[in-house]
């Protein structure tokens, strides 16, 4: 039996198996023929363990489940993988920058997507600051 094959499906039953999801469900593959995923949905609103293993799966548009999470502020404490990227370069980290929702220790301000943006970049298009950050040492002294 082949473990890691997509179970393709409708997108009201994508919704409906996030919706039913108990603790030890494995099928994180299930997914509309747009690729979103059980995953994708859970991540909307649920913080997902730090151990979770799909954090790198797709839709049809290389958007991750990491990708959601950043984007709804659900990626859990101690999350690293902000170099998971679609295929444009554009990382977790740009999007957690985009949105706030960088974790105090992160320090790879310096990851750049395909167009030459950092995440400090979107972090100071999308958070007002009267000052625009230019030095790791300056982020060392922000509350966050």
Not at 38 to 58: M, R, Y
Not at 88 to 110: C, T, Y
Request: charged residues 25%.
């Amino acid at each position: 039996m082949e473990t890691n094959k997509v179970i393709v499906v409708s997108q009201d039953t994508v919704y409906a198996v996030a919706e039913n999801v108990y603790k030890g469900f494995n099928n994180w593959r299930v997914m509309s023929e747009t690729g979103w995923s059980v995953a994708h949905v859970i991540a909307l609103d649920t913080i997902l363990p730090l151990d979770f293993e799909w954090w790198a799966l797709e839709d049809a548009e290389c958007w991750t489940v990491a990708h959601v999470a950043a984007d709804y502020g659900t990626l859990p404490d101690g999350f690293n993988q902000w170099t998971i990227a679609d295929e444009r370069g554009f990382s977790v980290a740009h999007m957690a920058a985009i949105k706030g929702n960088l974790p105090e220790e992160f320090d790879q301000w310096e990851l750049m997507d395909e167009n030459g943006l950092t995440v400090r970049d979107e972090y100071n298009k999308y958070n007002s600051l009267s000052t625009e950050l230019d030095s790791s040492e300056f982020f060392d002294n922000i509350p966050f």
